[in-house]
C-alpha cells in the first residue's frame, strides 16, 4: 500500500492528535465542527438501519476493519434486518468527535480509542491503555471476568454511551528513533510525536511530546523537525515506511501494553433496542473484539521480518528508560488518585487486578512463553 | 466446593482418562456404550431444539461453563427460537464419546477438548494442544486469522462436523509432584497420571504415564501408587486437594501451553440451519471463547495465592526437562510427519505459524510481560 494513501487519512496515532484539537482540554473552547447534515436513523419494526462513526481511516484495515467485522456479524445475526453502515472518521464528525457524537445521538454508535479523551477527563483513558497497564488479556479479563465492564459503564452513563470491548492491538512498539536511545537521558529534550499519557509521562523525563498531524510525520521526521514518533507496530507501520528516515525502532510501547478499542452505543438508542438486539450488539463486539487482536497476531509477524530485512534496528528501550518511566507513571497516578474521584474509583480496581494478575502470568504464561521464544522452532 | 463433589464427576485430565479407554487406539475394540434413549431433535419452522453434550462434568465451572454461556447466548440471539440444552459428561453418552456422538448425529454438538481423540488419530491434537505448542492468543489468531479453522475444518469434514473455537483454559501447570524434580533423571520411572501427547513425550524420558479416573487420583497420590498427577491450574486444582498429599507445583505444564476446547457441531444438522443461525452459532461460540480464558485469568490469581498460602511449594521444572522433554517431541512430531499424510498438512502449516509467531512475540510483548512482572505493583 502506498504510504500516502494511508497517511492521507488518520492513524491511530494521528487520529489522537486530531482528536485532542477536538477534545483536549486546552482546546475545550473550539467548538467541534458539527457533524454533516444526514439522514435521521430509520427504524420501522424489527428493520433497523444505524450508523457507526469511527475514529479511523480506512486504510489501518485492522482497527477499520473491527467495525466493519461487526457490521457484518449484526447483519447475518438478524437475517438482515439490523443494518450498520460504517463511517471513516471524518466522514460524518471529526475522528475525536466520535465520543460526543454516540453521546448526544448524532449517531447511534461509535468505535474509537477512548485514551483520545483524556484531556476531557483522563477516567477514558482506563477503558483503553495507560502507560505500564494491563496487557491485552488481562484487559479482557478485566472486562469480561473482572469489574471492568460494569465500572467503566457506570462512568459512561454520565454521558449517555453504553461501552463494549471491540477490539485490542496488543502491546505495540516504542516508535521509531533517528538516533539511539542509550540511557534515560537521551530522552531529555527529544522532540518526540507522541499521544496521550504516554506524552505527560515522557514530559516528566524532559521530551517535548509533539502533536502532529498523520500526513506530515514522514516529512517531520526527514527534515529533523522532529526526532522521534511512534504509530502502532509492525503492520500498521510498515506501510508508512518511517524506517527510512528514522532507522532505530524501539520496544516495548510501555505506554500502550495492550490498548483496547471500545464500541460506543447511544445510550438511549440502545435502551430501545430488543433483547434480542441487544444480544447481537454485545456478541457482534466480542467476534471484532477477538478477531482484531488475532490479525494483529497475524499479520505483525511477517511485517517485522520484512522491517529487519530492510535495515530496522530492533532495540529495547534500555533499562533505565522503562524504570524511570515507571516511576513518572506512579506519579502522574498518584496525583489523579488525589484529585479525580472518578478515576480513582476505577484505577483502584484495575490496579488491584494489575497486580494479582502480573504475579500468576510470571509463573507458568511466562516460563512458557519464555522457553519457546528461546527454542529453534 | 467439597473435593469429593468434584471428583465424582471427571475433570478435564480424569476426562481424558475416560475418553482414552472409549477412543484411545489399544481399546478401539471396546464398543463405545451406546448413548441413553432420548427423544429426536425438534425442528418445527424456525422453532429448533438442539442437544449438546460436554466431555465435562458441571463441577468444572470454567470449561462446562462455557458451554452454558454458549447455549444462553444463542437464546438471546435468536430471541429464544433456538433452544440449546447442555448435557454434561456421562450425561448421555460417555465423556471421550462425545466425538461419535456429534458425528453420527445421536447429539447435533459437543464441547470436548479435541486432544482426547488422539488415539483414533493424533491430529485432532492440532485442534487443542500439543507439547510446546502454541500458546492461547497464538492458538486464536492462527484458527482465526491464520490457516487453522480452515485445515482443521477440512479434517473434521472427514468425520462430518463443522468445528468451532470454544475457550481455552491458557498455559496449565506442570501437576503436582509428592518430590522434588531437581534434574530430567528424577522423571526416570516416575508414575505421572497425565494423557495424551504429554505421556507420549514423557514416555520416552522414562516416565510411566498413568490413566486414573479423576476420582482416584487424590487416593492414588497418597499411598504413593503414583508419584505425581496433573490436572490444569490454581482454579480447578485448589477444588481437589491435591497439594495436601503431594506438595510440589511444577509450572509450566509443556504440553499444554494453550489448550483450545472445540465445539463440534454434526455437519448435516449444521448445513440445515439459516444462514442467521450459522452465524448465531459462530458468534455465540466466539463469546464463549473469549469469556472462558477471561475466566481463568481473574481466577487463577487469587487460587495460586491460596494454594501458595497453605504451603505449596511452587517450582519451574529444571531447564534440563524442558530441554530434554522438547527433544523428545520433535522427535514425535517427526515420526508422526513421516507417517500420518493428514498430521503432516496440518502440522506443517501450525509449525511455521508458530515459529514467526514466538519470534515477534519475543520482542515488544515479551518485554512488556516481563518488565511488569518484575515491578512491585
Redesign the interface.
Known amino acids: 500500500m502506498d504510504r500516502r494513501s494511508v497517511v492521507k487519512g488518520a492513524g491511530i496515532a494521528s487520529v489522537l492528535a486530531a482528536g485532542l484539537a477536538a477534545c483536549g482540554k486546552k482546546e475545550d473552547a473550539t467548538p467541534v465542527a458539527p457533524a454533516a447534515p444526514v439522514a435521521p436513523a430509520v427504524s420501522t419494526g424489527s428493520e433497523i438501519r444505524w450508523r457507526l462513526a469511527s475514529s479511523f481511516p480506512k486504510a489501518l484495515d485492522t482497527i477499520y476493519g473491527a467495525a466493519e467485522t461487526f457490521a457484518k456479524?449484526v447483519g447475518?445475526?438478524?437475517?438482515g434486518k439490523f443494518t450498520i453502515t460504517v463511517h471513516a472518521g471524518g466522514e460524518l464528525m471529526p475522528a475525536g468527535g466520535v465520543l460526543d457524537g454516540a453521546s448526544n445521538g448524532t449517531v447511534e454508535m461509535a468505535h474509537t480509542a477512548p485514551y483520545y479523551f483524556f484531556g476531557k477527563d483522563p477516567t477514558f483513558a482506563l477503558d483503553c491503555a495507560i502507560p505500564?497497564g494491563l496487557?491485552?488479556?488481562?484487559m479482557?479479563?478485566?472486562?469480561?471476568?473482572?469489574n471492568g465492564l460494569k465500572l467503566t459503564r457506570e462512568f459512561y452513563a454520565k454521558v449517555g454511551i453504553v461501552n463494549f470491548p471491540m477490539g485490542n492491538t496488543?502491546?505495540?512498539?516504542?516508535g521509531w528513533y533517528r538516533k539511539e536511545i542509550k540511557s534515560v537521558a537521551d530522552l531529555n529534550g527529544l522532540k518526540f510525536r507522541v499521544g496521550g499519557f504516554g506524552g505527560k509521562v515522557l514530559a516528566k523525563l524532559g521530551t517535548v511530546p509533539q502533536n502532529i498531524p498523520g500526513g506530515e510525520i514522514y516529512t517531520a521526521l526527514e527534515k529533523g523537525t522532529i526526532d522521534a514518533a511512534e504509530w502502532v507496530?509492525?503492520y500498521d507501520d510498515l506501510k508508512l515506511g518511517f524506517n527510512k528516515v528514522a532507522p532505530f525502532y524501539y520496544?516495548?510501547?510501555?505506554w500502550e501494553?495492550g490498548p483496547q478499542l471500545s464500541l460506543y452505543v447511544n445510550q438511549k438508542a440502545y435502551e430501545g433496542l430488543?433483547?434480542?438486539y441487544k444480544?447481537?450488539v454485545?456478541?457482534?463486539a466480542?467476534?471484532a473484539?477477538?478477531?482484531m487482536?488475532?490479525?494483529y497476531?497475524?499479520?505483525?509477524?511477517?511485517a517485522?521480518?520484512t522491517l529487519v530485512g530492510q535495515g530496522v534496528k530492533?532495540r529495547?528501550?534500555p533499562n533505565d528508560v522503562?524504570g524511570a518511566a515507571?516511576k513518572a507513571a506512579q506519579e502522574v497516578y498518584k496525583e489523579l488518585n488525589d484529585t479525580n474521584p472518578a478515576w480513582k474509583k476505577i484505577y483502584d480496581d484495575y490496579?488491584a487486578?494489575?497486580?494479582?494478575?502480573?504475579?500468576?502470568?510470571?509463573?507458568?504464561?511466562?516460563?512458557?512463553?519464555?522457553?519457546?521464544?528461546s527454542?529453534k522452532?
Not at 496487557?135 to 488481562?138: A, D, F, G
Not at 479482557?140 to 473482572?146: D, L, S, V
Not at 520496544?251 to 510501555?254: D, L, Q
Not at 497476531?297 to 511477517?302: G, T
Open positions: 456479524k447475518e445475526l438478524s437475517g505500564f496487557n491485552s488479556r488481562q479482557t479479563a478485566w472486562m469480561y471476568q473482572g496488543g502491546a505495540q512498539m516504542g507496530g509492525p520496544y516495548p510501547g510501555w501494553g430488543s433483547a434480542e444480544a447481537i454485545e456478541c457482534a466480542a467476534f473484539h477477538t478477531e487482536q488475532a490479525k497476531d497475524a499479520k505483525n509477524p511477517a517485522l521480518k530492533l529495547p528501550f522503562l515507571f490496579s487486578f494489575r497486580r494479582e494478575s502480573n504475579l500468576w502470568f510470571r509463573f507458568t504464561e511466562a516460563k512458557f512463553d519464555s522457553f519457546m521464544q527454542q522452532l
